[in-house]
């Protein structure tokens, strides 16, 4: 499969970082969720659907991804459209997953710079553009 566009890896990264920190952060509940259980693959098409949600000109779009070799499944959705206090572009993002039985959902704050990378907005003030 194809590696993530780099301005897709710093949201994958922080996402992942924080799945992967559970044990550290003595959140270790989140170790046996379905996002820890997700594959290398089950990412890739992850990404890939996110990528498709971002790129969207539709603010409230969704897309659903599934790895037919593990059975792992999940969806991206937009919830609109939102400006940062700094005045970029941003949405969040509704992202769900079902892994062996298991399902989560989160949402996360992601603004597109000026360069074109969306990078996690965490701490950023959003208001609801219009």
Known sequence: MNR???????VAA???LFAGSAQANNLGFLKNS?????????????????MTVLDDENATTQKEWKNAQ????????SLGNY???????????KIAN???GLKNEATY???????GEWIAASGKKLTKAT
């Open 14 to 16: 922080a996402m992942w």
């Open 34 to 50: 379905a996002a820890a259980l997700l594959t290398d693959e089950d990412r890739e098409l992850q990404r890939d659907a996110m």
């Open 109 to 115: 704050p992601v603004c597109k710079t000026p360069e």
């Open 4 to 10: 993530a566009p780099p301005r897709l890896q710093i």
């Open 70 to 77: 593990t059975g792992h499944s999940g969806s991206i959705k």
């Open 98 to 100: 079902l892994a062996d």
């Open 83 to 93: 400006r940062s206090e700094d005045g970029l572009h941003c949405r969040k993002l």
